[in-house]
């Protein structure tokens, strides 16, 4: 029952291309009436299997002498289960083996259930040789590719760019276990009283040394259990994200847009800091929220709600559209704009297969077309935050340079948060002030 699970969220993800979180979070509610442990072994093979794919599917083809995509996508995936349980998880040899092929007993995989079986016992054998061995056969650059499944271009990209041994840290920090980041509501609630809180619930919460207000959650349940969260004393937020708001310096009356806004995070993180700063919702300032669609604005909503932020307005936009009301009407525009991801690849391992060269030039360009309107919405001494949560020259400092360029913002700050620096995702973030 859990491996089908597993396999029919892995075919989702891999196969029809659909988002890991959205797919595997679907999957947990459904599953909210089986008991933790349960749960959480889904959890850890459908990570286990992305974070690990590029790894698995050479292996597969070392034992099988097919190419990948030569082999059926229900057969691949049953491998992948297997394979993975087999090399990087504490369950027994003969469990792993034999639930696994389980999985081929009916449908579509019968067939090639000896075919299974027989890969499955023949890396028994050879586990060490794929282990140990086999990395050391292949050139640096294809040994890291292998070693952390990370895609080849990725890879010679971030080698080029950052060097060996940053490469790696990289890559080495997307698979260290990582908490529930949370930022605390300052304007709601005292930190110490909450972390207190969560303290007696048996929730271990770790303060960032990235920046104010921000913890790391461990041996925390889903955020909706817990009572802090529902009542709207902390949001779920990376500190990389935190740190980008607590940036932007805002002294508390300002008017404030977020153009990209969906899901809220950092748009509640400048209501909060203007509302703490501010004492009461007559003197503090105002955040507009927008997003591209009503589903997006739908998840703003959900998350204001919850926090109960009342100096918030959220409103349908197409920010590649010039608004004329938006016009040297702000004192601050957050611009977090759409990105490639590969900074959050340990959170959301898919990215790393479905992003691509032509992919992030594209990108860059769409944010130029974003940043062109967001210029104009800027009050002259105004502030411009630009944030991806990326780690791409093209989407960062390229883009930083565009800005500087443009003749109307200089920089103040920039800065690149490595995944993996205080337990934050990657994050990119350049401050610029309207002359």
């Not at 909210?32 to 992305?50: H, M, N, Q």
């Not at 794919?53 to 082999?71: A, F, H, P, Q, Y």
């Not at 969906?262 to 003197?283: F, Y």
Request: charged content about 25%; hydrophobic content about 40%; proline content about 4%.
């Amino acid at each position: 029952m859990i491996r089908k699970t597993v396999l029919e969220i892995l075919t989702r993800i891999i196969e029809k291309k659909e988002p890991c979180h959205i797919v595997l979070g679907q999957a947990l509610e459904k599953m909210s009436d089986l008991p933790e442990k349960d749960r959480a072994f889904v959890k850890l093979l459908v990570y286990g299997v992305l974070e690990r794919k590029i790894m698995l599917d050479r292996v597969i083809e070392e034992l099988s002498g097919r190419t990948i995509n030569k082999v059926k996508p229900i057969v691949r995936n049953i491998l992948r289960i297997g394979i993975y349980q087999l090399a990087f998880t504490d369950v027994p040899d003969h469990a792993a083996v034999f639930e696994t092929v389980s999985l081929a007993k009916k449908g579509p995989a019968a067939p090639f259930k000896s075919f299974i079986n027989a890969n499955l016992r023949s890396f028994q054998r050879r586990r060490d040789y794929f282990m140990i061995e086999y990395p050391k056969t292949l050139e640096p650059k294809e040994k890291l590719s292998y070693e952390y499944s990370m895609p080849l271009w990725i890879t010679q990209m971030w080698l080029k760019r950052f060097g060996t041994e940053q490469t790696e840290k990289i890559m080495k920090a997307f698979l260290e276990p990582h908490g529930l980041p949370v930022r605390i509501n300052i304007s709601k609630a005292k930190e110490d009283d909450v972390i207190a809180a969560l303290t007696a619930q048996g929730i271990k919460a770790e303060k960032s040394a990235l920046c104010d207000n921000a913890y790391i959650l461990f041996d925390c349940p889903a955020p909706n259990l817990v009572k802090e969260f529902s009542e709207g004393l902390i949001t779920v937020q990376d500190a990389a994200c935190v740190l980008s708001g607590q940036m932007i310096g805002l002294k508390g009356s300002e008017n404030v847009l977020d153009i990209c806004a969906a899901p809220g995070g950092k748009t509640m993180n400048a209501a909060d800091i203007m509302l703490a700063l501010a004492g009461s919702k007559e003197r503090a300032g105002h955040v507009t929220a927008c997003d591209i669609s009503q589903n997006k604005t739908d998840l703003i909503n959900e998350n204001i709600e919850r926090c109960g932020f009342d100096n918030i307005s959220v409103m349908i936009n197409d920010a590649t559209v010039f608004n004329e009301k938006f016009e040297d009407a702000f004192d601050v525009v957050i611009c977090d704009l759409p990105c490639s991801g590969l900074g959050i690849i340990g959170k959301k391992p898919d990215i790393r297969y479905n992003a691509s060269v032509e992919g992030i030039n594209e990108l860059s360009e769409l944010q130029r077309k974003i940043l062109r309107n967001a210029f104009r919405y800027v009050k002259r001494g105004g502030k411009l935050l630009y944030s991806t949560c990326t780690l791409t020259e093209a989407e960062n400092e390229k883009n930083c340079e565009f800005i500087e360029k443009s003749g109307s913002f200089k920089l103040v700050a920039s800065k690149t948060i490595m995944p993996g620096t205080f337990g934050a995702d990657g994050f990119y973030m350049s401050l610029f002030i309207s002359e």
